[in-house]
């Protein structure tokens, strides 16, 4: 028990490192995810004819594909069309993408769910698209938003750990690395797995802090 303490003592520094990696991804996915994800929502639920068609058949086929063969698709196809990706680059795209196809079915149906008669009167005080979603359409959404936005926020940090597959050194890369070096792998792996719930447990404190705040400011 005293030589696997010392042992993740002594490589505890290179755990964390891989630990700021990870949190590094998560933050560029979720960004990214977020951004996709609302503007994706908006699009589906009042965007042109055309574009409704083209989202849909993202967010279908995005979120009915496995997220480990769209990263290596990405991985393997890029450089067919001669543009280098990096793992990194590799895992925020891929996983960006991912988060972005469920959210925007996130906004798409809470913005579904507001009356149709806040647009009107939007309208009709004379607000174009923009302030109108801005100012009155995803305020009211919000409540709806943040309670799944958080489990995908969530899953994507979990997803980040496919990241040590293409070579990125992230938590679990290194936790990899750790354990090759010992010959111990359970203590290091329970104490990735508890860095991992750390992490996902403060998400969810953020998320329902998100969400009683957007509660009461509805």
């Not at 409704?52 to 990405?74: H, S």
């Amino acid at each position: 028990m005293e030589k696997t303490l010392s042992a993740i003592a002594q490589n505890l520094d290179l755990m964390l490192g891989g630990l700021g990696v990870t949190l590094v991804l998560s933050v560029l996915i979720i960004f990214f995810g977020t951004i996709i994800g609302f503007l994706g929502g908006m699009g589906l639920t009042s965007g042109p004819r055309w574009l409704k068609a083209l989202l849909r058949v993202y967010v279908d086929i995005v979120r009915g594909t496995p997220l480990l063969v769209l990263m290596f698709l990405l991985f393997y196809l890029m450089p067919e069309f001669g543009v280098d990706i990096t793992g990194f680059q590799t895992v925020v795209v891929a996983l960006s993408l991912f988060a972005g196809a469920h959210i925007s079915e996130i906004v798409r149906g809470a913005l579904t769910g507001i009356p149709k008669g806040q647009a009107d009167a939007a309208k009709a005080l004379g607000l174009t698209y923009w302030p109108m979603m801005r100012e009155i359409m995803i305020p009211q959404a919000m409540p709806a938003v943040v309670p799944p936005w958080t489990n995908t926020a969530i899953e994507m940090v979990k997803g980040t750990s496919l990241a040590f597959l293409l070579s990125v050194s992230d938590l679990l890369f290194e936790t990899q690395n750790v354990v090759e070096r010992t010959g111990i792998a359970l203590p290091f792996y329970f104490t990735a797995a508890l860095i991992y719930l750390a992490v996902n447990l403060l998400l969810s404190r953020f998320g329902h802090w998100l969400e009683q705040r957007n509660r009461y400011a509805a």
